[in-house]
């Protein structure tokens, strides 16, 4: 495919990004996000888990506070200071209302115009599959993303004191097969790998090979190839649902 992607939209200020588990967010879009705060765009993270689950060498109660460390110093290298964590279980993650009401909340605290999430798709692309966890929020980020702004879903936020916010104007899906827009990220490659690289217990039990190295290999892979979509510009990539 060699249709052209637009560039993303420019008109906004605070963005969300909501996605299953540590480390998400930097295979996906970090460089984006170091663009974005570049440009003093206010961006927050939350995640529905603390990955306990994901390290195989690892017991749950160790790795969830370990992790959490390691994604906050992830975000802090691109520009990113709060983080918050849902306490959903990694690798069993329910989409349903609970998962819903627990994004809408969010978005109506942050009040974003612009969401992100990683991909809600059953595959990547092909026959390689998807994590649940992974779809499950993908989903229900896309659904969140209105109910943050129906008073009549979730009626008990608001007596909670968080009032419906109807101001998200796009969802953007990052990892998507299907992508429609992307964002040049010459200025933000270098941070995004050394944001992958602040989790390094995760790398490290992942991969034999260097941890710097492997960063490096895969984000600058997945940009370069963008890029002939882009202008030859390195870029990542989004699908993007206007609301």
């Given amino acids: 495919m060699t ?3 637009e560039p993303m939209p420019a008109r906004w200020e605070r963005a969300l990004a909501v996605v299953a588990h540590p480390d998400d967010l930097e295979y996906g879009c970090a460089a984006a996000v170091a663009v974005w ?9 939350l995640l529905a888990t603390r990955g306990e689950a994901g390290i195989d060498s690892i ?3 160790r790795c969830g506070p370990l992790r959490e460390r390691e994604q906050r110093a992830s975000a802090a290298v691109v520009g990113v200071g709060s983080v918050e964590f ?3 279980h990694d690798g069993v993650i329910e989409y349903g209302p609970g998962l819903r009401r627990d994004i809408a909340a969010a978005i109506r605290r942050y009040r974003p115009e612009l969401v992100i999430t990683l991909n809600h798709r059953d595959t990547w692309g092909g026959t390689a599959w998807n994590t649940p966890d992974h779809t499950a929020v993908g989903r229900a980020v896309l659904d969140a993303a209105g109910d943050a702004g129906n008073r009549w879903i979730f009626p008990e936020l608001a007596a909670r004191g968080l009032q419906p916010w ?5 969802v953007a899906v990052a990892g998507s097969s299907v992508p429609t827009h992307a964002v040049d990220v010459t200025g933000g490659l ?3 790998v050394r944001s992958l690289l602040e989790h390094r217990t995760y790398i490290e039990a992942l991969t034999d090979d260097d941890p710097e190295t492997y960063c490096r290999t895969f984000l600058t892979g997945n940009v370069t190839a963008a890029s002939a979509r882009f202008g030859g510009r390195p870029a990542v990539t989004f699908e993007l649902f206007p609301r």
């Avoid at 705060?37 to 993270?45: K, L, N, P």
């Fill in 3 to 5: 249709e052209q992607l």
């Fill in 37 to 45: 705060t570049d440009e003093g765009r206010e961006i927050s993270y």
């Fill in 59 to 61: 017991e749950p109660a």
């Fill in 86 to 88: 849902l306490d959903h």
């Fill in 166 to 170: 109807d101001g998200v104007r796009w």
């Fill in 190 to 192: 270098e941070r995004s």
